[in-house]
Structures are given as C-alpha cells and as structure tokens.
C-alpha cells in the first residue's frame, strides 16, 4: 500500500490532479464493506496532512465499524456537470482504492481536533487511483496501481 506522499512521487501529474478534484468537492463517497460482505456506500469528508490522505468518523457509525473490521474501501469524488453540451467541458470523476487504517494514538487524534472524543480516525493507503474524463470523442482514464504505477488508457 501507498501513502499519498508516494503515489505523489511516483505519478505527480495524476496526483496533482487528484488532489485538486479532492480538495474542490468537499463531500465524497466512501465505499466500505459491511459483515456480510455486502457493499454500503456512505458520505464522507477527507483531508490532507503531512504527505498522507485523512478521513473520520462519528463514533459509532457503522462505516467506521465497517473500516474495523476489514479495511477494504473505495473513495468517489463526484464532480459538476459541464455548462454546455461539450462533454469535454466536465473535468472528470475521481476513484481511489485501498484501505482504511486506523490511527489510535492520543497524540495524532488530539491534532486533528475531532468534535467527539471517541471519534474515529483513519489514514488512507492506496492501491489504485484513476481520473476519468472526456475529451474529444474519447474516454480518458489516467490510472494509477500500486506494482504497475501510471498509464492512460483511451476509448472512443
């Protein structure tokens, strides 16, 4: 698993973008894994800090006990239409793959100022990121995995 300091250093175009999609949409979707193995989809907010991706919970909220108990999880960032009818004008969707690893030290959780004392914490690691987009008459997918590192892949 990556740190977004490392996908950073080995895709910086992606990451760069990534990042702006990230921080210009403040609410995305987090795709967690409930016990049975069944997807639950649920918002979230996430953040940058000292060369990692951030994100929190409520205590008690069942995406945090999803996080727990298997750390496997996906982040959407959705972005807004295009004005016009040039689908070239939309500046594309965000996913990202990896897990959720929880941070527990008193220290850590006290930096970051939580609402709730029993609030929970985790540090993203990454194994996958892609930027989809259109331009032109064709799909664009710059994608990133951790092992293959960075491509693009085109579609019409």
């Given amino acids: ?67 727990r108990r298997d750390p496997r999880m996906a982040i959407h960032v959705t972005s807004k239409a295009p004005e016009g009818a040039d689908p070239s004008e939309w500046e594309g969707d965000l996913k990202l793959a990896g897990r959720a690893v929880e941070v527990t030290d008193p220290q850590v959780l006290a930096s970051f100022e939580l609402p709730e004392a029993d609030s929970h914490l985790f540090r993203i690691e990454l194994t996958e990121v892609a930027w989809t987009r259109v331009e032109g008459d064709e799909l664009v997918i710059d994608a990133w995995s951790e092992g293959v590192g960075a491509r693009q892949i085109r579609r019409k």
Wanted: hydrophobic share 40%; net charge positive; no cysteine.
């Fill in 1 to 67: 698993m990556a740190s977004w300091r490392e996908f950073d250093r080995q895709a910086p175009e992606l990451a760069a973008v990534a990042r702006r999609l990230m921080e210009a949409y403040r609410h995305k979707v987090l795709a967690s894994l409930r016990k049975d193995g069944s997807p639950r989809v649920s918002g979230i907010e996430t953040s940058f800090r000292d060369g990692e991706l951030w994100t929190g919970s409520m205590s008690h909220a069942v995406k945090a006990a999803d996080l």
